[in-house]
């Protein structure tokens, strides 16, 4: 096996365009962002989009934004090995990697060999997607809306306490929220006020990945959320998308019954491994 890396995205989309598109579902984490990557003016310093290639075609795809985790595709364990070597290789810093939790594993475990960092599996989800919706028996009260900068100050905190519930540590919430007002990914859920919160994005050909959705104690069990995202998986599906995708907690059993009622499938788990320098220690 050998991995080719590419600084333009351009240029990685040309090559790997039609292997991504073959299987667009299960790639939407690492296709979602090479897409968003093709619409940016300008990408991140350091981007860098990477494949595995072996004598049969393309086995796996990676991407890494520095400061950010690695996105992997699917790939077997080989190859994800592979792409850990290579890239230990080239001096690369990865400070956590996300994917199909087997290829993630397989990169986590050469990589510590590899830089003697110390890895730590910090987050499991559940992976699924949508192409029929179910509407909700008993929809919650209240509108969906796009949100805007009225409401930039309850989006950041709650974006807050979405990363430190399910432990999502890449990025600020300021700076999360910044991205997705002027793109208008980011939604509320409205009951006299905004009871919940919930972001489109990793959007591709055909589909898109509904994220960060949140709701405070105050305003939980009363099917704000899963109202919610009904509502934007109508509206992703009625503007032409064939298909929605989203993570839940497997540990949360209430999250993912609901979003099964909704038409939800499950497809496969993924796993989130963060490094530690040898030089550091694990926390």
């Not at 399910?166 to 002027?182: D, K, Y």
């Amino acid at each position: 096996m050998r991995v080719r890396t590419f600084t333009g995205v351009e240029e990685f989309h040309a090559v790997a365009e039609e292997w991504l598109l073959r299987h667009e579902v299960d790639h939407n984490l690492v296709y979602g962002m090479v897409c968003a990557a093709r619409a940016m003016p300008e990408l991140p310093p350091g981007m860098t989009f990477a494949l595995v290639e072996s004598d049969d075609g393309i086995e796996g795809c990676g991407l890494l934004v520095p400061g950010d985790r690695l996105a992997l595709t699917a790939m077997p364990s080989a190859a994800a090995a592979r792409l850990a070597e290579d890239l230990a290789g080239a001096g690369m810093v990865v400070p956590a990697v996300f994917g199909p939790e087997s290829a993630a594993e397989a990169f986590a475990g050469v990589w510590g060999t590899a830089t003697g960092a110390k890895g730590k599996a910090t987050m499991r989800m559940h992976f699924h997607s949508l192409t029929e919706l179910v509407e909700p028996e008993r929809p919650a009260p209240g509108r969906l809306e796009v949100a805007g900068e009225a409401h930039r100050e309850i989006l950041t905190a709650w974006t807050g306490e979405f990363m430190r519930e399910t432990h999502h540590s890449i990025g600020s919430p300021s700076e999360l929220v910044s991205r997705w007002l002027p793109a208008g990914d980011v939604f509320v859920w409205v009951d006299s006020v905004p009871v919940t919160m919930a972001v489109a994005s990793g959007r591709t050909p055909h589909g898109a990945r509904i994220g960060f959705v949140y709701t405070p104690p105050e305003a939980r069990r009363y099917g704000y959320a899963s109202t919610c995202v009904a509502r934007i998986s109508r509206l992703l599906l009625d503007a032409g998308m064939d298909h929605c995708v989203l993570y839940t907690d497997p540990d949360n059993p209430t999250s993912n019954r609901i979003y099964r009622r909704l038409g939800y499938e499950y497809r496969g788990t993924s796993a989130d491994f963060t490094f530690t320098p040898m030089n550091e220690d694990v926390a």
